[in-house]
Each structure stands twice: as structure tokens, then as C-alpha cells.
């Protein structure tokens, strides 16, 4: 059973970067076609998904944050990590991360549902 | 990409169903069959109830149906129950290898 862990500091002062990393446990991050996923949720409000990185170390990010996200994998340790630069207020939110299996959309290759989340951790933005 | 528009609330009595919707344009729900539907209680992860619009992954009640037509997709949960008090979110294939959420219904048994 795959389980998801996310880590990282629970406090980032403006302007600097936001380091997150998630530990996957019990398969291995490399095997199967899968979409490794950051979303984020403020306190109060819905989901907001941040971007994911392929099986093959492909990535994709929201529009929205693109200028400031990178998302990466680590076949070595088993993890995929999260940085989101110059960070404001409202960037404090939970931060989940989420497996997605490889669909077909189309006939396209394309993210399906988000089947394994992580507990969470929130990040808090504060100086 | 702007977020799928789900109401705020909804809610029904115990035994009752409850249907929830989803509207999205021609690039994500209407687009694509990779709709899918979230459970969430307070301070716990999003669940995963509903995936291709009406496939229920293994465990989750048959009380949880999904469907979909043109750009909105729906969500009812039949036979409520006190458990199925929780906030709900769609999620769906957006293009570009890009996904989008809804904005959430909290859905309340009264």
C-alpha cells in the first residue's frame, strides 16, 4: 500500500522559498506510470493543485504559479519536492501532495484522478 | 485556468439524496471524461469517491454516483447518511497536462 508522507519547515519568511518534500513509502516512486502532485489548501477555502512531475521526471505547473514553482524527483530517496520561491501571506496554506495514475484523454497520454494524498502540512508565511 | 464552479452548500435529511454540481467549460469537464469527485472532513486529506466521471474506487459506498453532461458534471450521494457530512470538491483533466478543482460544496445532514 503506497503512502504518502509531506515534510518540510512549518514557517517561511516572505520572500524567501518554501521547501517541501514528500516520502513515498511501501512501492517505488520510479515503478508504474504515475503524476506526482503538490495541491494546496488555505484555511477556509478549497484546493488548489500547484503542479506534478511524471514517472519520467516531466513537469507541469499551474499557470498561475509557474513563474514560481519547481517541482522534482528523487528515484534515489523515494521522494518528489516542492519549492515555491519569493513567498507572500497568501501562500500560507496546507500543502498536500497526491499521486495521479496515467490516463488517456483523447488518446493522450494525461493525469487521472489523485487516488493516494498525503496528511498534509501547513506552511505557514510570517515574518 | 479558473476553478470549476460548485454552490456552496447543500444539504438533506437523513435517508435523503443530494446532488451536486460541477460547471466547467468545453476545455476541461465538458472536454474530457476525467472528472472526479472529493471527500474532505475537517482536518483531514481529500478522498477520492468518484474518478472518469462515474467509477467508484474499491470501498466506497454505491450510495456515490457520478455523472456528467456537456460542461457540468454531478456528484449525489443517495441514502445520507450522518458520515457524509463533509465538504466535496471536483477535480477534472484540464488540458496540457493541467488539472483544475471546484470551488467546494459543504454538504450539511440535517
Known amino acids: 500500500q503506497v503512502q504518502l508522507q509531506e515534510s518540510g519547515p512549518g514557517l517561511v519568511k516572505p520572500s524567501q522559498t518554501l521547501s517541501l518534500t514528500c516520502i513515498v513509502s511501501?512501492?517505488?516512486?520510479?515503478?508504474?506510470?504515475?503524476?506526482w502532485s503538490w495541491i494546496r489548501q488555505p484555511a477556509g477555502k478549497g484546493l488548489e493543485w500547484i503542479g506534478h512531475v511524471y514517472t519520467s521526471g516531466s513537469t507541469n505547473y499551474n499557470a498561475s504559479l509557474k513563474s514560481r514553482v519547481t517541482i522534482s524527483v528523487d528515484t534515489s530517496k523515494n521522494q518528489f519536492s516542492l519549492k515555491l520561491s519569493s513567498v507572500t501571506a497568501a501562500d500560507t496554506a496546507v500543502y498536500y501532495c497526491?499521486?495521479?495514475?496515467?490516463?488517456?484523454?483523447?488518446?493522450?497520454?494525461?493525469?487521472?484522478?489523485?487516488?493516494?494524498w498525503g496528511h498534509g502540512t501547513m506552511v505557514t508565511v510570517s515574518s | 485556468q479558473s476553478a470549476l464552479t460548485q454552490p456552496p452548500s447543500a444539504s438533506g435529511s437523513p435517508g435523503q439524496s443530494v446532488t451536486i454540481s460541477c460547471t466547467g467549460t468545453?476545455?476541461?469537464?465538458?472536454?474530457?471524461?476525467?472528472v472526479s469527485w472529493y471527500q474532505q472532513h475537517p482536518g483531514k486529506a481529500p478522498k477520492l469517491m468518484i474518478y472518469e466521471v462515474s467509477k467508484r474506487p474499491s470501498g466506497v459506498p454505491d450510495r456515490f454516483s457520478g455523472s456528467k453532461s456537456g460542461n457540468t458534471a454531478s456528484l449525489t450521494v443517495s441514502g445520507l447518511q450522518a458520515e457524509d457530512e463533509a465538504d466535496y470538491y471536483c477535480?477534472?483533466?484540464?488540458?496540457?497536462?493541467?488539472?483544475?478543482f471546484g470551488t467546494g460544496t459543504k454538504v450539511t445532514v440535517l
Open positions: 497526491a499521486r495521479s495514475y496515467r490516463g488517456y484523454c483523447n488518446s493522450i497520454s494525461c493525469p487521472g484522478a489523485f487516488d493516494i
Open positions: 511501501g512501492g517505488s516512486i520510479s515503478s508504474g506510470s504515475f503524476y
Open positions: 468545453s476545455s476541461d469537464v465538458g472536454g474530457y471524461n476525467y
Open positions: 477535480s477534472s483533466y484540464a488540458g496540457s497536462n493541467n488539472n483544475v
